[in-house]
């Protein structure tokens, strides 16, 4: 048995219902190798001009071996694609809503039909099972209909003013937009930034992490088959260094980043000094809350969803799971019979629930967690070791999911993102109590409220402070709703309609149809 949600029926809470698409488009073959070059600019692959002799050996998670090859950006290559992304601006936001938003749909086809190689691709990039990066690239797929379909109604307004005169409030786009991902959902993290910025007629240059460069340079293939312009999405390869050159660079004019919140605290203050706009996307550290009468069934499938998707490596996860003292041994029983029937495995396999985590590195802070969680009192209830495997992915980093038991809100695996697959079980007993510990964090992300009883779900929901309160499920995020963070977790929000605001600036231009009345300050 393995993780108890029906794929079919996750596909379906996920996807959003079909949309009408171009019934064929004709797709350039994708690059589904991992040769080079890395950085796409000017609508083709290249190599930064200037190699200063420093490569990024991207390792493949769930054998430990080398996948490809990836020299980093300098300041000249990063000039370069923004160059570029600047001289596209004008034809790019010339065109009209309806063709940049068709353009979008197109790129939603062309992902669609090569579903099967761009979650090849992810897979190999990111060690998560086949399934989940099924759904992974399915979403972006998503994200690029919602936008391409609501293309046309990016409008203004007209304002009627006093005695006919009136003003008309334009969108505009900002400019060159930089956008800077984490490694967890590679593709997404990039669609969901790159799609709306592009509806509202920016161009784009894309930083992908040093772990997960792949699939930003085979978004690029996909956009140039869907038929956008040269120029208009462009990718630098690189480390941090890179995302601060490109960040800083004076002819970006906004900075979208999803990641940690210490690089999120760099990344503002770079766009500060040149007064960009900054979308932040950092970390979290979810409630999720079970009251006695939820469906406990319900509760174990969300806490799983809640924790072991993507080797726990989901900034949305609900990692403290705060249990009501009066179901807390038949929760707690439940959830570890449910956690020791995942399978760990190839992330190629269909059954495999459990796939590698990113790296060596963060495989031992993870441990790490599990190792001082021990310290300070906790009982390791399943999991908590590396799960060595034979053959080829002997040298990947397979960890055991881990449930934690008798823990307390100081603790540090309490307090702090683990970005892994460790459960922490709290107890409580009343409403009030569970709602102010699960608000006394610094992140404010998302949570969930598991109960049958209507008014406290809403109650509940509307005292936690964070961007995603889930009633009765967990991690599900369709392209329609914005997602983001209260306090640490972030600034502004992606996805929904509500991005839209964060892609353009308004212009307000106010027609005077009278004569000027200026008061007292003109005598004939
Ligand atoms: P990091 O903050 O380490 O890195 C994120 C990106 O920033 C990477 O591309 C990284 O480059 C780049 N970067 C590093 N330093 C700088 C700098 N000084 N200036 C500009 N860019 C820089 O995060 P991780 O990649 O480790 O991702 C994990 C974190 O991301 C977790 O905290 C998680 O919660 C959060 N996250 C948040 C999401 C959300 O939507 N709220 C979604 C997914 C993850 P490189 O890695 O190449 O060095």
């Given at each position: 048995m393995h993780l108890e949600v029906s794929l079919r029926v996750l596909r379906c809470l996920l996807r959003a219902p079909p949309t009408a698409t171009p019934s064929h488009v004709t797709s350039r073959s994708l690059t589904t190798?991992?040769?080079?070059?890395?950085n796409y600019v000017r609508g083709q692959r290249c190599n930064p001009?200037?190699?200063?002799?420093r490569v990024i050996k991207v390792l493949?998670?769930?054998?430990?071996?080398?996948l490809c090859e990836v020299p980093t950006s300098d300041a000249a290559a990063v000039d370069d694609a923004v160059t570029c992304a600047h001289a596209a601006l004008p034809a790019w936001r010339q065109l009209s809503l309806r063709e940049r938003g068709r353009l979008l749909m197109r790129a939603a086809a062309v992902i669609r039909e090569n579903l099967h190689d761009i979650v090849n691709l992810e897979v190999r990039d990111t060690g998560k099972p086949i399934w989940e990066a099924r759904l992974d690239i399915e979403s972006c797929a998503d994200a690029f209909e919602f936008y391409g379909g609501i293309a046309p109604s990016v409008a203004g307004q007209h304002v009627p003013l006093a005695n006919g005169s009136f003003a008309l409030v334009v969108r505009e786009p900002l400019g060159v937009v930089a956008g800077i991902g984490a490694w967890n959902f590679p593709m997404q993290t990039a669609v969901w930034k790159v799609a709306p910025a592009l509806v509202c007629g920016n161009t784009f240059v894309y930083k992908p992490s040093q772990f997960t460069p792949v699939t930003a340079v085979t978004l690029a293939e996909v956009l140039r088959d869907a038929g956008?312009?040269?120029?208009?999405y462009n990718v630098v390869q690189g480390e941090g260094e890179t995302g601060g050159l490109l960040a800083r660079?004076?002819?970006?004019a906004k900075v979208s980043f999803t990641g940690s919140v210490p690089t999120g605290v760099q990344v503002m203050r770079d766009a500060a000094a040149g007064v960009k706009a900054v979308t932040l996307e950092l970390g979290g550290k979810g409630p999720l809350i079970v009251f006695p009468d939820a469906c406990l069934v319900n509760a174990v499938k969300a806490a799983l969803m809640a924790n072991f998707l993507s080797q726990g490596q989901?900034?949305?996860?609900?990692?403290?799971v705060f249990v009501h003292r009066s179901i807390l041994g038949e929760f707690t029983d439940k959830l570890v019979t449910a956690t020791r029937k995942l399978k760990i495995g190839?992330?190629?396999?269909?059954?495999?629930t459990v796939g590698a985590t990113i790296h060596e590195e963060h495989a031992r802070k993870v441990l790490s967690y599990i190792d001082s969680a021990k310290r300070e009192?906790?009982?390791?209830?399943c999991g908590g070791e590396r799960e060595l495997l034979t053959g080829?992915?002997?040298g990947g980093w397979y960890l055991q999911p881990t449930v934690l038991a008798d823990?307390?809100?100081?603790?540090k695996v309490v307090q702090?993102?683990?970005?892994?697959s460790v459960v922490a079980l709290l107890v409580f007993d009343d409403e009030e109590e569970v709602v102010a510990r699960a608000n006394n964090?610094?992140?404010?992300?998302a949570g969930a409220v598991f109960t049958k009883d209507l008014q406290r779900g809403h109650r509940v929901s509307a005292a936690l402070q964070c961007g995603t309160v889930w009633v009765n499920t967990y991690n599900l995020y369709p392209t329609e709703v914005p997602f983001g963070g209260y306090k640490h977790s972030g600034v502004g929000r992606e996805c929904g309609t509500a991005v839209i605001d964060a892609y353009t600036h308004t212009k307000t231009t106010y027609v005077e149809m009278g004569d000027v009345d200026c008061g007292p300050l003109y005598q004939d």
């Open positions: 190798t991992f040769t080079g070059p890395w001009a200037t190699v200063d002799g493949e998670p769930a054998t430990g071996g080398v956008v312009p040269d120029g208009v660079h004076p002819l970006v989901v900034c949305s996860n609900g990692t403290r190839n992330p190629f396999d269909d059954d495999t009192g906790c009982r390791v209830l080829p992915l002997a823990c307390t809100d100081s603790m702090e993102e683990v970005f892994g964090t610094d992140y404010g992300l």
